[in-house]
C-alpha cells in the first residue's frame, strides 16, 4: 500500500510539473496572440502572469513597453524597457524604443550613449539607428544655437 501510494503522488507530481511548465509557454504565446489583436489590456494581464512564472522572459517585459507604448503611459515603457535590457542588454528593438524615448525627452547623451549599443548589436533594424542620428543631428545644432 505504501509503495502505491508512493508511485501515484510520484506520477502526480511530475504530471503537474509538466502542465505548469507547459502553461507558461501558453501565457506568452496567449498574449501575443491578444497583443496582435491589439487586446492590450488581457495581452498585458497575460505577460504579468507569464513574468510570475518566468521572470527572466525579456519578451514578457518588451511586449509589455509596447503595450504602455500604444496606451502612451512613458513611464510604464520606460520601466519594461529598463527591465529588458537589464535580462537582455543587446536586445536592438527594447535599445530603439528607449532611444525613442530619450530622443522625446530631449536626453541627447543617452540616445549617443545607446546609439553606439545599438550599433554594435543591429541586424534588423539598423536603418532605423540612422533616422534618429539624423534626427538627432538636426536638432542639436538648433539647442547650441540657443
Same mark, same amino acid.
Given at each position: 500500500?505504501?509503495?502505491?501510494?508512493?508511485?501515484?503522488?510520484?506520477?502526480?507530481?511530475?504530471?503537474?510539473?509538466?502542465?505548469?511548465?507547459?502553461?507558461?509557454?501558453?501565457?506568452?504565446?496567449?498574449?501575443?496572440?491578444?497583443?496582435?489583436?491589439?487586446?492590450?489590456?488581457?495581452? %498585458?494581464?497575460?505577460?504579468? %502572469?507569464?513574468?510570475?512564472?518566468?521572470?527572466?522572459?525579456?519578451?514578457?517585459?518588451?511586449?509589455?513597453?509596447?503595450?504602455?507604448?500604444?496606451?502612451?503611459?512613458?513611464?510604464?515603457?520606460?520601466?519594461?524597457?529598463?527591465?529588458?535590457?537589464?535580462?537582455?542588454?543587446?536586445?536592438?528593438?527594447?535599445?530603439?524604443?528607449?532611444?525613442?524615448?530619450?530622443?522625446?525627452?530631449?536626453?541627447?547623451?543617452?540616445?549617443?550613449?545607446?546609439?553606439?549599443?545599438?550599433?554594435?548589436?543591429?541586424?534588423?533594424?539598423?536603418?532605423?539607428?540612422?533616422?534618429?542620428?539624423?534626427?538627432?543631428?538636426?536638432?542639436?545644432?538648433?539647442?547650441?544655437?540657443?
Amino acid at each position: 500500500m505504501n509503495k502505491k501510494f508512493k508511485l501515484i503522488l510520484f506520477f502526480y507530481l511530475v504530471i503537474n510539473i509538466f502542465n505548469v511548465s507547459k502553461s507558461n509557454e501558453n501565457f506568452f504565446n496567449k498574449g501575443l496572440e491578444l497583443y496582435n489583436d491589439k487586446k492590450y489590456e488581457d495581452a %498585458r494581464f497575460m505577460f504579468e %502572469r507569464n513574468i510570475v512564472f518566468n521572470p527572466k522572459d525579456s519578451n514578457s517585459y518588451l511586449y509589455l513597453a509596447k503595450i504602455y507604448n500604444a496606451q502612451e503611459n512613458q513611464k510604464k515603457e520606460e520601466k519594461n524597457l529598463d527591465t529588458t535590457l537589464l535580462i537582455e542588454p543587446n536586445n536592438e528593438e527594447a535599445l530603439l524604443m528607449s532611444m525613442k524615448i530619450a530622443l522625446k525627452k530631449s536626453n541627447y547623451s543617452k540616445v549617443k550613449d545607446l546609439s553606439k549599443t545599438f550599433t554594435k548589436v543591429c541586424q534588423k533594424l539598423c536603418d532605423e539607428n540612422k533616422i534618429i542620428l539624423e534626427t538627432l543631428a538636426n536638432i542639436e545644432p538648433k539647442n547650441n544655437e540657443s
